[in-house]
């Protein structure tokens, strides 16, 4: 079963500039997450879909941040315009249905770094 | 509120050697999950465990085991006989239960326990 999924990697821009990550979950993961790691820090949650309904987002920084999941599936994260203070890794998570706290399964992250 | 303590930053041990790593958590919630991930110099969270707060049972898989006391509020990690490959960050996190009384289930994690294991 293929895991979790995210793409770029790496990404290096300056600070004011917009940058898009992507990810797409495992297959028939009903729920997916958004996390943002500090170096040096746990994981964070900033957003979190179930299906493509929004079920928490207390955490994101809406005046530049944002996302997207369309048709239940992939998920897009956008930070628009970057601060140098938004350098983190991007960990995206999916589980399975919802119904209580699922364990989740993370891909490999973007780690990006705002100059 | 909820909150993780991992109050070990650094741990440096040589191979073989046993290794615990400590985790003290807060909640107000009667229900909860409680997990360990690994995560390796490539970045991805790797789980090791999920337990929940009515199971106090102590789980042994192979050289891991692990030690939840709820009297404590602790969920302790211990590898046995350590190898090179179990350096990595370690994250203890804890999830809120039941969907239906609001809660989301999303994690709260600690800070991490960095753990080198020399050869």
């Known amino acids: 079963e293929a895991g979790v999924a995210q793409s770029p990697r790496y990404k290096i821009i300056e600070k004011r500039q917009s940058v898009a990550f992507w990810c797409n979950p495992i297959s028939g993961h009903a729920t997916l997450y958004w996390y943002q790691q500090i170096l040096g820090q746990g994981p964070k949650l900033l957003i979190q879909f179930q299906n493509n309904g929004v079920v928490d987002d207390s955490q994101l920084p809406k005046d530049r941040f944002s996302a997207e999941r369309l048709k239940g599936v992939d998920s897009t994260l956008k930070i628009q315009p970057a601060k140098l203070e938004d350098s983190a890794v991007y960990l995206c998570?999916?589980?399975?249905?919802?119904?209580?706290?699922?364990?989740?399964?993370f891909g490999p992250g973007t780690r990006l770094l705002v100059l | 509120a909820q909150k993780v303590t991992q109050a070990q930053t650094e741990i440096s041990v040589v191979e073989k050697e046993d290794v615990t790593l400590d985790c003290v958590y807060e909640t107000r919630d009667t229900t909860y999950y409680l997990f360990w991930y690994k995560q390796p110099p490539s970045g991805e969270l790797v789980f090791l465990i999920r337990?929940?707060?009515?199971?106090?049972q102590n789980e042994i898989s192979g050289r891991y085991s692990w030690n939840f006391q709820k009297s404590t509020s602790s969920f302790n990690f211990t590898i046995t006989a350590s190898q090179v490959v179990d350096s990595a960050v370690y994250f203890c996190?804890?999830?809120?239960?039941?969907?239906?009384?609001?809660?989301?289930?999303?994690?709260?994690f600690g800070q991490g326990t960095t753990l080198q294991v020399k050869p």
């Open positions: 996190a804890l999830s809120e239960a039941f969907w239906d009384s609001g809660n989301t289930g999303k994690l709260i």
């Open positions: 337990r929940n707060s009515f199971d106090e």
């Open positions: 998570a999916s589980s399975p249905e919802r119904g209580g706290p699922e364990t989740q399964y």
